[in-house]
DNA sequence: CTCCAGGCGCCTT
DNA sequence: AAGGCGCATGGA
């Protein structure tokens, strides 16, 4: 371990870091010793859950850690956010499931071309076809625990200079031009991401649907899971179900459109997170079944 | 073996 | 506007 290593303690409480790096929102997350590992903005990262919080560890030396607590949202009271969700039994079970779970704030880029990738594929698949674009295309990160390297994400400029067949030997199958093509259009700025913040929820999800492979569900991850829209709420298959059985139990034909419009106003002004209760809340029963 | 996966785009009605 | 289908690949 090296000396200049840097180390910093997030306080955190009601933060349960296993469940928020396995939910589904992010895909490049790994389990390292007692804690985690991954690339965030280019610095390799390490994370442990202890009695007062989260302690990171970087390999750099580090002054300003805003760019972590940002990703971590550490600074964001749940208990404001949960307590503005409906308060109905299927709401307060999932809470109650998954106390702790948390909405990350990654980079855009990497959480929409993640997403981009999703399609048609299980959780475990999209890590598999993320991590194998890293490990291809993505730029050396120095680690300091005797491994190699590990992988930033690629930049969409990087991707945008790649060929389909570079992508599809990462086994993207049909994913492949929709990936090339939207890094395309973000690597020329026809999409600009570094203005998702500020452009406002609609505007954003206009711009992004705008990107091939790029649809509503895979623009409200977008926009949740970077863009910090808490309204935006993908719905997927098994938001589709959970809405479907826990809301609407005895109707026979309810249309994506209807759910749609129905989460939209129901779940409050953090819908988003409360949708991520939600998702979590069916694998886990689901699980363990 | 079959079924289906944090969907999307395109083609029919 | 709404419904159906193909798509590459690989877990379960």
Known sequence: MSRRTSRKAFAVEDYDLAATLNSGQAFRWVKYGEGWTTVVEGRWVTLVQTGKGIEARVVEPVRDWGWLSDYLQADVDIDSITASFPDDEPMRAAVEACRGLRLLRQDPWECLASFILSSNKQITQIRQMVASICERFGEKVKRDDGDEAAHAFPSAERIAALSEKDLRECRLGYRAPY?????????????????????????????????????????????LFAGGYQEAFPIDVWIMKALKELYFPRKRRVTPKRLQAFSATYFGPHGGYAQQYLFHYMRKRAGRA
């Open 179 to 223: 990936l090339l093509k939207s890094a395309r259009m973000v690597a020329d700025g026809a999409v600009d991401l570094s203005r998702m913040r500020e452009m406002g929820c609609e505007a954003a999800r206009e711009d992004l649907l705008r990107l091939p492979g790029v649809g509503r569900k895979i623009a409200d991850c977008a926009l």
